[in-house]
């Protein structure tokens, strides 16, 4: 028999007094209600009760077992109450990860999300490698590339391709490419996290894939640095436009083969579990998907 029902059943019949009051209480059986108590004093090797015709009382070891059993059961309610709780209420620490490339859209989320829920903290961790979420304790992480685990669960929040861009010092000492397959010839500067590797992808004007070999000088994961160093006039990358938005409007960097296409990549926000989705993931998930949809124009920018 489930030993949880059967510790139940014995706190019935200590606290109505005899077997018949607690079936009527449990909705069960007398005989139910003694073959439970039975099944503990066998696996217990004891007698927990004193029966009489007219009723029952409890024996020296069953009154201590009562007391011990009586919190142990309390205790289970208790943590039913807590977990029940947390699932239906935003509450407790959100462990965020995030890349840099994102972070400038996410932050004002997080603002509004822990003055939408003041019960819940948010452990907002920003970078560009790849964790190990469920080693790691993350809840959620929100990138801009694809992550390598499939075993993840993607929500899609809104899409972008990659443009190329440069200095127009750059340009001016090492000319314009008008074709991808003059980026051959230019120092292009990579993230590590392209799944391409080095063959940077487009598509061209009639919407066929265009495809380069190219090579430079600086490898990295982060998108910052690309971006400091083309700033500097050091090579030719390929961002999310959102990321040198600011740069493209004041001339800092300058947008080339406008009418080749980026490969399509999204922004996405990556979780463990489909179900039983904790209450303060699942609202923070759903308030991301809402943002991203209403500012959708950050990833449609023209230059």
């Given at each position: ?15 109505c ?7 009527r ?26 029966r ?26 208790e ?34 999300f ?6 819940v ?9 790849m ?10 992480d929100?990138r ?15 899409s ?17 490419p ?16 392209y ?5 940077w ?10 495809s ?29 436009p ?7 409007r ?30 303060k ?23």
């Amino acid at each position: 028999m489930d030993r949880l029902t059967s510790l139940t059943v014995f706190g019935r019949v200590v606290e109505c007094g005899g077997f018949s009051a607690a079936a009527r209480r449990l909705n069960m059986s007398t005989t139910m209600v003694s073959n439970h108590v039975q099944a503990l004093e066998e696996r217990l090797g004891v007698r927990l009760l004193n029966r009489t015709t007219r009723k029952v009382s409890l024996t020296e070891i069953g009154q201590a077992y009562y007391q011990r059993s009586s919190q142990i059961l309390a205790d289970l309610e208790e943590a039913d109450r807590v977990a029940g709780a947390l699932q239906a209420t935003p509450q407790g620490t959100l462990r965020l990860h995030s890349s840099m490339s994102v972070i400038r859209f996410l932050a004002p989320i997080v603002s509004e999300f822990v003055n939408l829920y003041p019960a819940v903290s948010v452990d907002l961790t920003v970078g560009e490698r790849m964790v190990d979420m469920v080693e790691e304790g993350f809840d959620l992480d929100v990138r801009s590339l694809p992550l390598p685990d499939s075993s993840l669960i993607v929500r899609r929040l809104t899409s972008w391709r990659n443009i190329v861009c440069g200095s127009p010092g750059y340009f001016e000492r090492h000319g314009t490419p008008r074709r991808p397959d003059d980026l051959a010839r230019h120092n292009c500067m990579r993230h590590a996290s392209y799944p391409f590797g080095n063959e940077w992808r487009f598509e061209d004007p009639d919407g066929e894939p265009v495809s380069v070999r190219v090579d430079g000088n600086l490898l990295t994961n982060s998108q910052e640095t690309l971006r400091r160093l083309a700033l500097d006039g050091r090579g030719l990358f390929i961002p999310p436009p959102f990321l040198v938005a600011d740069d493209l409007r004041a001339g800092r960097l300058v947008r080339v083969l406008e009418e080749y296409s980026g490969v399509e990549f999204a922004i996405n926000a990556f979780y463990p579990h489909r179900h039983h989705v904790s209450a303060k993931v699942r609202t923070f998930i759903d308030l991301l998907a809402e943002r991203f949809a209403e500012h959708r124009r950050w990833m449609e920018l023209k230059y």
